[in-house]
């Protein structure tokens, strides 16, 4: 597996800056390498946003990649559901009301569940 193969493997685990979507499927190209640091561009496959990450890799780790065979990795997580419309209302109306601080706003039991 090369380096940049393992990068763009790995990228899934990451969320873009800008839309806050999984980079997963993003296109990666490595602008400079030297030794264990690489500067890389990355363009979101969702919003089409480009940035620059700089990425490095401690002692020895990019030879164990590039030697590395890749192992299938199996979608365990279920994709999340978009939020209704009728979510939101709720949200909107329970901090309409909400006397508090974002503490105890976030330390809240859930009601809604009995």
Do not use: W
């Amino acid at each position: 597996m090369s380096i940049i193969e393992f990068i763009r493997d790995r990228a899934r685990f990451y969320n873009c800056p800008v839309c806050g979507r999984s980079l997963k499927g993003c296109d990666v190209h490595v602008l400079s390498h030297e030794d264990e640091r690489f500067h890389l561009q990355v363009t979101c496959a969702q919003c089409q946003v480009t940035f620059i990450v700089v990425l490095a890799i401690a002692g020895g780790a990019v030879e164990e990649i590039e030697n590395a065979t890749p192992e299938p990795v199996a979608e365990t997580v279920a994709p999340a559901e978009p939020i209704s419309v009728d979510e939101i209302l709720d949200l909107h109306l329970y901090l309409k009301s909400f006397q508090g601080t974002l503490k105890e706003l976030i330390q809240q039991p859930d009601h809604s569940r009995g």
